[in-house]
């Protein structure tokens, strides 16, 4: 069984939208960064080539920022692949290839249910999140024991896949 989380598409004119938007975010920054570089040279706080550099510096980490976010909200799915002995979940990039993120063993699975319920029942697990906020479905926790210890891995299963994942709990005990 194979499910793919993905977000609403962006129809032609919002996806223009937030590439002129995230220009004009850049456009402010570098403004914005500059007159900085030059108060903190003009007033002698800083060398002008120290304030080049960290203005540089500044904008660099900003793009990243902005640029992490944009893959994160717009390109960014997960794949869910369920047999009878694991579920192994990928990220996928846009069309790209699915890359590896986890592997759930059944014969490890603890328990299913609401994250909170998880998280409260076992403190200190390590969360792991295959969610994205853009996607309609709600959000569901598989805690199992790893090697590295107890993970509660958050999804966003379907009915068919959440029904496979209780079914397969229910036969475990």
Do not use: N
């Given at each position: 069984m194979e499910q793919?989380?993905?977000g609403p598409r962006l129809k032609m004119w919002?996806?223009?939208?937030?590439?002129v938007l995230a220009a004009v975010f850049l456009f402010a920054a570098q403004f914005v960064l500059t007159f900085l570089q030059y108060t903190l040279t003009f007033f002698r706080i800083l060398d002008a080539q120290v304030a080049y550099?960290?203005?540089?510096?500044?904008?660099?980490?900003l793009g990243g920022l902005l640029g992490l976010k944009f893959l994160q909200d717009y390109v960014l799915n997960y794949l869910y692949t369920a047999n009878t002995k694991q579920m192994r979940v990928e990220r996928v990039y846009g069309p790209g290839r699915p890359r590896f993120m986890e592997d759930v063993y059944f014969s490890r699975l603890k328990a299913l249910g609401e994250p909170?319920?998880?998280?409260k029942r076992f403190p200190g697990a390590k969360v792991l999140r295959a969610t994205l906020r853009r996607a309609t479905l709600p959000v569901k926790a598989m805690?199992?024991?790893s090697t590295e210890g107890m993970k509660i891995?958050?999804?966003?299963?379907?009915?068919?896949m959440w029904a496979h994942l209780q079914t397969v709990l229910k036969g475990k005990k």
């Open positions: 793919r989380v993905s919002q996806g223009c939208v937030a590439v550099t960290i203005a540089s510096v500044a904008y660099w980490v909170e319920e998880m998280k805690a199992y024991d891995l958050l999804i966003q299963p379907s009915e068919e």
